[in-house]
């Protein structure tokens, strides 16, 4: 009876606290959660630019600059979450430079941090937009939570990252339309809420474009990317049926729906990217890509060339009234990220 009224007091001693902590942890996370709005105006000018006929468009999921070729990540059979404070600046550096080289009239980026733990709080947004004064910035959330407890044993911590849409031309404005998927509770309150950030130009002639920047959901728990694509073929066949052309480019972690991969990309148990329904889109334009460069690298082991399994997920879908004059993904051997830039000149035909 005292050995069980001794164990009884060393389990209430030790479970009473844990079970405490945990409740506090879980009630701030529940207080912190970031709940976006449906729809959010992130960017407005009262005088905003002409867009030219012809356009230079570049995507690029920049991978927070934490993922260059010498990493592997957790979430896709790999183990670490982030880089040396010094690799991430370097990669950060590079990708500017390498940006500025494009010199593309509109960057759509994805992954861009801007205070989070993994990239050591360095304003990632702020500093990429620096490198482009006279640029229009816009900015939308797609990661925010004050703190992430996985891996338990290097855990994420606080994230704080996004689209970042930077423009030669102004736009009129530039809203975050927050996608239908959303995971369950309680691992919502750590996981990414994904939007969409779509920014509408003015043309010479008075029409409206529509440039949209998005990053779909990666780790699927059921039908999350088939309702962010259902979604953004709504918003985008009610656009063409307003008469306003619309470019869409990203990170869609699906491939296009004419898109075979071969049977190494659809190798890895952690990461398995699903085909898009085209029959969604068919009303309001086509999807182009560069099927000759893979855009992704699977993040299981650091890179190499001659073993590692790449795939696309990267690329445009264009509607009516767009003429594509080129697109190529750049190969850049996944250095500073896990994703390769992919660009795309088009003409507004007449």
Same mark, same amino acid.
């Given at each position: ?53 012809? #356009?230079? #468009? ?10 260059? /070729? ?26 500017? *430079?390498? #940006?500025?080289?494009?010199?593309? /009239? ?6 861009? /941090? ?37 891996? *338990? +044993? ?41 939007? #969409?950030?779509?920014?509408?130009? *003015? ?28 979604? *953004? ?11 306003? +052309? ?34 969604? =889109? ?20 650091? =890179? ?12 445009? =879908? ?33």
């Amino acid at each position: 009876m005292r050995k069980y009224r001794r164990f009884r007091a060393v389990t209430v001693r030790i479970v009473v606290p844990l079970v405490a902590v945990a409740a506090v942890f879980f009630g701030i996370s529940w207080l912190a959660e970031f709940r976006p709005a449906p729809v959010e105006e992130v960017y407005r000018c009262q005088q905003p630019d002409s867009l030219p006929d012809t #356009l230079t #468009l570049v995507s690029w999921n920049i991978g927070y600059a934490g993922l260059g /070729d010498n990493m592997d990540f957790f979430y896709d059979g790999g183990r670490r979450v982030r880089d040396t404070r010094a690799r991430t600046a370097a990669n950060l550096a590079q990708i500017v *430079l390498t #940006l500025q080289k494009i010199d593309a /009239d509109i960057m759509l980026l994805q992954e861009v /941090d801007r205070s989070s733990h993994r990239t050591y709080r360095i304003d990632e947004a702020g500093l990429i937009g620096a490198a482009f004064p006279g640029y229009a910035a816009a900015f939308g959330f797609n990661y925010k939570a004050w703190f992430v407890p996985i891996p *338990l +044993r290097d855990p994420i911590g606080r994230v704080a990252s996004g689209l970042l849409t930077l423009s030669r031309y102004r736009p009129l404005d530039a809203v975050r339309y927050q996608y239908p998927s959303r995971f369950p509770f309680p691992e919502r309150m750590f996981n990414l809420k994904r939007g #969409l950030l779509s920014a509408r130009f *003015l043309t010479a002639a008075g029409d409206t474009v529509m440039i949209d920047n998005t990053h779909n959901t990666a780790y699927d728990t059921g039908n999350m990317r088939f309702e962010e694509c259902v979604f *953004l073929a709504e918003l985008i066949a009610r656009a063409d049926s307003a008469g306003i +052309r619309s470019v869409t480019g990203g990170d869609w972690n699906q491939y296009p729906p004419d898109y075979i991969p071969s049977a190494a990309e659809l190798s890895n148990p952690y990461f398995v990217p699903q085909q898009i329904d085209g029959r969604l =889109f068919r009303r309001a334009g086509r999807f182009v890509y560069d099927a000759q460069h893979p855009s992704l690298r699977y993040l299981d082991r650091p =890179f190499r060339a001659d073993s590692s399994v790449r795939t696309l997920t990267d690329f445009f =879908f264009v509607s009516p009234g767009i003429e594509v004059l080129s697109i190529e993904t750049l190969p850049l051997d996944f250095h500073s990220s896990d994703h390769n830039p992919v660009v795309m000149k088009i003409v507004f035909s007449r």
